[in-house]
Every structure is written in C-alpha cells, then in structure tokens.
C-alpha cells in the first residue's frame, strides 16, 4: 500500500512540473501607454504632461490661472 501511496505522489509531482504553463495573460492584455515628457508648473510645483502644459514667457504652467497669478503672460 505504500507504494501506491509514493507511486501516487511521484506521478502527482511529475504532473505538475511538466504540464504546460500559460502565460500571464493579464500582463500582456495590459497594453502600455508610451512615456510622456513631464513639466511642472512654475506657480504651484505640480507635475503635469508638457502636452497639457499651458506656455508662458516664464515658463510653463498647469493652468491659465496659474500664469495670471504668476504675472506672466502668453508668448506671442
């Protein structure tokens, strides 16, 4: 009887560590957003993409209150 029992055991252990694994599907559905530039405001010190940035003479900023306040204005 044990050697059924250790048979049962060797062929378990067997099974799991030649078995085909699948990938991690849930990282590969994930898809990747490409990396931004980052500017951070001159007024407040937020971070924000340089896309979103709105432009000054003094440098760029998270909002158009922002510049205002900072008592810079639109580069021409």
Known sequence: ???LFWL???????WVFT???KADTHASEQSAAPAQDMARCA????HLPQ???VRG???LYCSTEHR???LDRNPA
């Open 1 to 3: 009887m044990k050697y």
């Open 8 to 14: 049962l055991v060797i062929a378990l252990a067997w």
């Open 19 to 21: 078995r085909p694994r």
């Open 43 to 46: 007024h407040c010190g937020v």
């Open 51 to 53: 896309d979103e940035a």
């Open 57 to 59: 003479e003094k440098g």
């Open 68 to 70: 205002s306040a900072a």
